[in-house]
Each structure stands twice: as structure tokens, then as C-alpha cells.
């Protein structure tokens, strides 16, 4: 299940908070569920909600924890063009982070 809302938080170009807010779920629940770091079991509505949120089908990571194939995600036959331009906005924006995280590395090691 925390790899299926990285990828997924990935994909869409969202945050925890973001999730959080849109599956009217708290962050800490999110950051819990993306980390794998508590094993309680999580109620099928709080499943559901997170699900819809990341524009996966309602039972999606319930079929997950459960080890059930989850339902494909059905595709829009025509998505919209802003997809692709706020996609590609995105992409640009993390390679740029990359570049100024590989500038800041090498500078800290020419400074040693």
C-alpha cells in the first residue's frame, strides 16, 4: 500500500497534505500509510477515501491490503490537455531541484 500512494502522489504531483485534506483524513493517517510505519488496521471508509482522493477506484488499496488484484483505474477517453501541460510543469520543476541538488553536492565536496 505505501509504494501504490507514493507512485500514485507522484504521478498526480500531490503532497501528503494534500491527500489529506482531500480524503478529509488527517496527515499524520497519510504520512502513516505512505511510510508503513503503523500496522493497525485501517478502517474500509478511511481506505476508500484516500483511494478516491489519489483518482483510484474506491477499494483500491482496501484490495491491496487485503492482497486482492485491485480494479484498474479506468481512463479518461480524452484527458484533458492541462493534464499533460501541469505533468510536464512538474517534470521540469523536479529536474530543476535535481540539477540544484547535484550543484549543492559538488560544492560541498570541492569545500572539504
Do not use: C
Request: aromatic share 4%; glycine share 2%; proline share 6%.
Amino acid at each position: 500500500m505505501a509504494k501504490v500512494i507514493t507512485d500514485r502522489l507522484a504521478v498526480l504531483g500531490m503532497r501528503q497534505r494534500q491527500l489529506a485534506e482531500r480524503a478529509n483524513v488527517s496527515q499524520a493517517i497519510v504520512r502513516e500509510l505512505q511510510y508503513d510505519t503503523d500496522r493497525r488496521r485501517r478502517s474500509a471508509r478511511t481506505l476508500e477515501a484516500i483511494s478516491v482522493a489519489l483518482g483510484l477506484h474506491p477499494t483500491h488499496l482496501l484490495d491491496v491490503a487485503l492482497g486482492i488484484v485491485p480494479k484498474p483505474v479506468p481512463l479518461p477517453e480524452d484527458p484533458p490537455q492541462d493534464f499533460f501541460v501541469t505533468w510536464a510543469q512538474e517534470q521540469a520543476r523536479l529536474m530543476s531541484l535535481v540539477e540544484d541538488l547535484h550543484r549543492k553536492v559538488d560544492e560541498l565536496r570541492r569545500s572539504r
